[in-house]
């Protein structure tokens, strides 16, 4: 048998870190490197390949043809790898625990492209909004918001704004929209697992709340959102929650979404941590850009 020509494979790796990420820095961010070293381990494959990979001023590199052509191919030769290496079998489960709303609404939606993207792994969520303990319910790592900095021996990945407001559906807003008094006294939606969020909006926004003509609580966040939809009256929700039924004209928000410090955070051990845990980290900060940035009230 010939031997295999390979170019360098930590030079691989940086490639396929950029190509996914569209940004040196962010490569650098997932390889735990410096922003050089990805540049210098990229040109280094070039030379070794004998082709460009990578065109334009720095500040703006784009994938030349060889290079869509490599990247095409190289996401799922590395994820073969990695899947053959011994204990591989263990790491190809990965327990998630979340908040149940944010699960439905934000996180299961979007978690064909992860699958696509990792097709011989198993991501499997589970509900849970307690503190950030591993091993409950057999969670690998947690969703929770958060602020600041991690306890010693945690990994944390901030990867999507926090912000709260009230939404309603389109239909008891057009009814009541002429008379600002009148939307603000709106029946009044509330969930158990934030009591206080039309008290904290009020005090944030400053805004007097009058008497609301009704007052309806519910469990959870998502039967909330839903009695929103269907137009039971005003709730004051997160704007994560809320984002997808506002796209699909379920939900308006007229007063936008007011800013939180705490953010959407993946946690999980920082040691030993396994690939397919690392590619959802990875994958979590992407899809997090993409997401809109709190906004705030029309026309503000």
């Not at 869509?68 to 899947?83: F, H, N, Q, T, V």
């Not at 912000?163 to 009814?175: D, I, N, Q």
Request: hydrophobic content about 45%; glycine content about 8%.
């Amino acid at each position: 048998m010939s031997r295999r020509r390979l170019p360098s494979l930590k030079g691989l790796q940086a490639f396929e870190a950029f190509a996914r990420a569209g940004l040196m820095t962010r490569a650098a961010e997932e390889l735990s490197v410096t922003h050089g070293a990805v540049s210098r381990q990229i040109k280094a494959l070039e030379r070794q390949l004998g082709t460009r990979l990578l065109a334009g001023p720095k500040h703006a590199l784009t994938l030349t043809p060889a290079g869509r052509e490599l990247a095409a191919s190289l996401g799922p030769a590395l994820d073969m790898i990695a899947a053959s290496l011994p204990g591989a079998a263990a790491d190809r489960e990965l327990v998630v625990s979340c908040l149940s709303t944010f699960a439905m609404k934000w996180l299961i939606p979007r978690l064909p492209h992860f699958i696509d993207r990792h097709p011989g792994g198993r991501v499997r969520i589970v509900e849970d909004r307690g503190a950030a303990a591993f091993g409950q319910a057999g969670a690998h790592a947690v969703i929770r918001l958060w602020r600041g900095p991690p306890e010693p021996g945690i990994k944390a990945t901030p990867f999507l704004d926090h912000a709260y407001g009230p939404v309603l559906s389109p239909a008891l807003f057009e009814a009541a929209a002429r008379d600002p008094a009148k939307l603000l006294a709106l029946p009044r939606l509330h969930s158990e697992t934030f009591a206080a969020g039309w008290a904290k909006w009020a005090d944030d926004a400053g805004v007097a709340l009058p008497p609301a003509t009704a007052e309806r609580a519910f469990e959870r966040n998502s039967y909330m959102l839903e009695a929103a939809a269907a137009g039971l009256g005003c709730a004051v929700t997160g704007q994560a929650f809320a984002q997808a039924d506002i796209e699909a004209g379920r939900l308006v928000a007229p007063w936008g979404f007011h800013p939180l410090p705490t953010r959407f955070t993946y946690l999980r051990p920082a040691l030993n941590e396994p690939p397919l845990s690392k590619a959802f980290g990875a994958w979590l900060a992407t899809e997090g850009r993409k997401a809109p940035p709190p906004a705030g009230p029309p026309g503000a």
